[in-house]
C-alpha cells in the first residue's frame, strides 16, 4: 500500500471514505472498486488506507484518510466498558 499520510482526507466516519471513494473516478473513467485496507498509527493520529483497484482498467490506487476523529473515540468508549 501506499500511503500518504502528508495528504490524508479528514473523514469522520467509514461511511463518509466510502462515500469518498465512490466520488472518485480512475484516470480512464471507471469506477473504483475496493480491495482491502489498512489501519496505521503515525505521529498520535489513527489512518485508514483503503486500497482500490479500477474495475475497467485494473488501476490500482490508494487512498490515506485521516480517523483519528471518531476512531480514538471508539478505542476510548471500549475501555470505559471493559476497564
Ligand atoms: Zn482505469
Request: charged fraction near 25%; hydrophobic fraction near 30%.
Amino acid at each position: 500500500m501506499n500511503a500518504d499520510f502528508d495528504h490524508a482526507v479528514e473523514v469522520d466516519s467509514v461511511d463518509t471514505e466510502y462515500r469518498y471513494i465512490a466520488k472518485q473516478r480512475c484516470g480512464c473513467g471507471g469506477a473504483l472498486g475496493h480491495h482491502g485496507q489498512g489501519l496505521f498509527q503515525k505521529r498520535g493520529k489513527s489512518y485508514d488506507v483503503l486500497h482500490t483497484v479500477c474495475k475497467a482498467c485494473g488501476e490500482e490506487r490508494d487512498f490515506t484518510f485521516d480517523i483519528s476523529s471518531f476512531y480514538c473515540n471508539s478505542i476510548f468508549d471500549w475501555n470505559g466498558r471493559f476497564g
